[in-house]
């Protein structure tokens, strides 16, 4: 992006957020499923719409809309799994989520704030910056 000037930099940014903001929630799913998981053996319908804060409606409209994408797998009245790719898809979520929740914790963000800004910021931030973060939390720590 850094050889585009004026409008097309502009454009490229805006198209980057966007894209940013249609994958947000499959990763925020997914990443629920695979803790949900980890965490009780099962992750259902009632539990994604309780921890998300959803209807139990549009939880559903979101896991067929997953199943379509091929992320998650589930038969009616059963668990809701991950298939490869979705394992995948919530492996890199949770790991961005992680090098950004770090950083704002070693910048002396407290608990609560940072858990909710990696939240968002995990999704809408670039590989090149990620790793930055990573670099100076590592830092940080050895100070």
């Known amino acids: 992006m850094s050889e585009l000037t004026g ?4 454009a ?4 980057r957020m966007r894209d940013a903001q249609r994958t947000e929630v499959a990763e925020d799913y997914v990443e629920l499923i695979g803790d949900l998981i980890a965490e ?3 992750a259902r319908l009632t539990d994604l719409s309780e921890h998300l804060g959803v209807s139990h409606a549009t939880a559903a409209k979101v896991v067929q809309r997953l199943q379509r994408e091929g992320l998650v797998e589930s038969r009616p009245y059963r668990s809701i799994f991950l298939t490869e790719d979705g394992a995948a898809v919530a ?6 989520h992680r ?3 770090e950083f704002l914790r ?5 608990e609560l704030n940072a858990e909710a800004d990696a939240e ?3 999704h809408h931030v670039s590989q090149e910056t ?3 973060l990573a670099r100076l939390t590592r830092k940080l720590a050895k100070s």
């Open 91 to 96: 492996a890199m979520s949770r790991d961005r």
């Open 106 to 110: 070693a910048l002396g963000v407290s």
């Open 40 to 42: 009780t053996g099962e």
């Open 7 to 10: 409008a097309a930099r502009r």
């Open 99 to 101: 090098i950004v929740h």
């Open 120 to 122: 968002g910021i995990e």
């Open 130 to 132: 990620l790793d930055a």
């Open 12 to 15: 490229a940014a805006f198209r």
